[in-house]
């Protein structure tokens, strides 16, 4: 047994030794490493503040209409889905109110304005919309106030970082899985259509009616559930003041 | 009993020393000297593409001369030296062959692949163009393991100083003499955009290995 590992010993060693000096063998190694971060690009074009500055009975009974204030622009390399939301330092509930104007101390007279008193209108239908009961998007023409049916309200919530939950309106996607945009951008042509014209871009137009009255008979929710003030009252005259975000988020 | 488990342990290593360069292969003949010859990459080991605008996804990324390398061929004295060099790409024995490692996804579990390691692609070339689709962007087959051949003529010994793009240098020689031949620079590009798919692949930091095998043949 010894002589048989002493000899396997031997050749083992014969092997190593012809290996090391003599048949050419030799390598050098190159790492790749390929880092892919999510792209999620939003650009907003338009003011940061929109001004509606109620000065005339007109304006009151019909309402002051924002053509294209706000654009939004879209490039992802990820599938996507894009929505508003409506809130103040208060909640999802009502306006911020920073003056009163006047004595404001007629009872009738009231400063807690629904933030769904805010329509607003997106110039193309939401591209993968989810299955929603009510409205999955904006895209509805502004009609002639009083409008009952919650089509342009918008999505109103104190916490503007959760989704939307399925039922209520994107600009495009949905909350379920199913429903997204598949990454790409409005610079580069998908099937043949680039710019404005792409599921990529959206203008939006503003709309607020406070009604005469000023009740704001429009506020509703998605659902058509009215938010105007009740019968018998009316907006305290004031600065009020509301934020809109738009949240472009990974499709999940 | 002693001594037998000795020789028992000095097997178990002697066996680890002769499987070093089996991933190359070993090669059938014996004449280019093992010990004077050499392949240097001169280059850093490591290149990282980094995709964080969207410009660059459509656009991909290309680094010219990342990678250059270098050989010394010595020939044992009347010995026919002849020799082969070929790229191997691996994935670190991932779960699926045919895909990048991953190291690590990025962002929620939303839809989305795995890059196939298809999508490098590398140009070879030299001065004198010797190698295989020299100048000509290639990729490797989707398969752990595949190789690219870049110097391999199995019939012709080519010798140094032939400089002509039709033949294969892979004779004796150094890139210390004739560089033009023994010198090779890789170019590398990505593109994680699929023109028909668009943006199919899943965010996250990916790796692969690429050996550089020059083989006595």
Redesign the interface.
């Known amino acids: 047994?010894?002589k048989i590992?002493?000899g396997?010993?031997i050749l083992?060693?014969m092997?190593?030794s012809s290996?090391?000096?003599?048949?050419?063998?030799?390598?050098?190694?190159?790492?790749?490493?390929?880092?892919?971060?999510?792209?999620l690009?939003l650009n907003m074009t338009g003011p940061s503040n929109i001004d509606f500055v109620f000065d005339q009975i007109s304006e009151y009974v019909g309402g002051i209409t924002q053509y294209g204030a706000t654009s939004l622009q879209v490039?992802?390399?990820?599938?996507w889905d894009l929505y508003a939301v409506g809130y103040s330092s208060t909640g999802a509930a009502n306006w911020d109110q920073q003056v009163i104007y006047g004595g404001g101390a007629d009872p009738a007279a009231i400063d807690l304005l629904p933030i769904t008193a805010l329509e607003m209108r997106q110039d193309k239908a939401n591209p993968a919309p989810g299955a929603a009961t009510n409205f999955a998007d904006y895209n509805a023409a502004f009609v002639t106030s009083p409008v009952l049916t919650g089509s342009n309200n918008i999505y109103a919530s104190a916490t503007p970082y959760v989704r939307p939950v399925d039922g209520e309106k994107y600009i495009a996607g949905g909350n379920l899985?199913v429903d997204f945009v598949?990454?790409?951008?409005y610079?580069?042509a998908?099937a043949g259509i680039y710019g404005s014209g792409s599921s990529y871009y959206y203008t939006i137009d503003y709309r607020i009616v406070p009604g005469l009255p000023a009740t704001f008979p429009n506020a509703a929710s998605n659902a058509g559930v009215t938010a105007a003030l009740a019968p018998g009252t009316y907006a305290q005259p004031g600065v009020y003041t509301m934020n809109v975000k738009y949240v472009l988020t990974?499709?999940? | 009993m002693r001594?037998?488990r000795f020789?028992?342990i000095?097997?178990f290593f002697?066996?680890f020393?002769?499987c070093?360069?089996s991933?190359?292969?070993?090669?059938p003949?014996?004449n280019?000297?093992?010990?004077l010859?050499?392949?240097?990459?001169t280059t850093p080991?490591?290149?990282?593409?980094?995709?964080?605008?969207?410009s660059e996804?459509?656009g991909g990324i290309t680094l010219n001369g990342s990678?250059i390398?270098r050989l010394k061929?010595i020939t044992?004295p009347a010995q026919p030296?002849k020799?082969k060099l070929s790229m191997i790409v691996s994935n670190n024995a991932w779960g699926v062959a045919t895909d990048?490692e991953t190291?690590v996804p990025?962002?929620?579990?939303?839809?989305?692949v795995t890059?196939a390691l298809d999508?490098?692609e590398l140009r070879v070339s030299n001065v004198c163009n010797t190698p295989i689709n020299s100048g000509l962007w290639q990729q490797f087959a989707p398969l752990t393991g595949s190789v690219i051949d870049i110097i391999n003529d199995p019939f012709l010994l080519t010798p140094a100083g032939t400089c002509n793009p039709a033949l294969q240098t892979n004779g004796a020689g150094s890139s210390l003499t004739n560089y033009n031949e023994f010198s090779f620079t890789?170019d590398?590009r990505?593109k994680?955009y699929d023109p028909i798919l668009?943006?199919i692949?899943?965010?996250?930091?990916?790796?692969?290995?690429?050996?550089?095998?020059?083989?006595?043949m």
């Open positions: 047994m010894k590992l002493c396997a010993a083992a060693a092997g190593i290996n090391a000096n003599a048949q050419l063998v030799d390598e050098s190694n190159v790492t790749i490493t390929m880092d892919l971060q999510p792209i690009q490039s992802s390399t990820v599938s899985a598949v990454g790409g951008s610079l580069v998908q990974e499709n999940q | 001594s037998s020789i028992l000095f097997l002697a066996l020393i002769d070093g360069y991933q190359c292969g070993m090669p003949t014996n280019c000297d093992q010990a010859s050499d392949i240097v990459l080991d490591r290149i990282e593409l980094i995709f964080d605008s969207f996804y459509k990678s390398i061929v044992i030296c020799w990048w190291m990025y962002g929620g579990a939303g839809v989305g890059p999508l490098l890789i590398y990505l994680p668009g943006f692949y899943r965010p996250g930091r990916y790796e692969l290995h690429i050996k550089f095998c020059l083989q006595e």
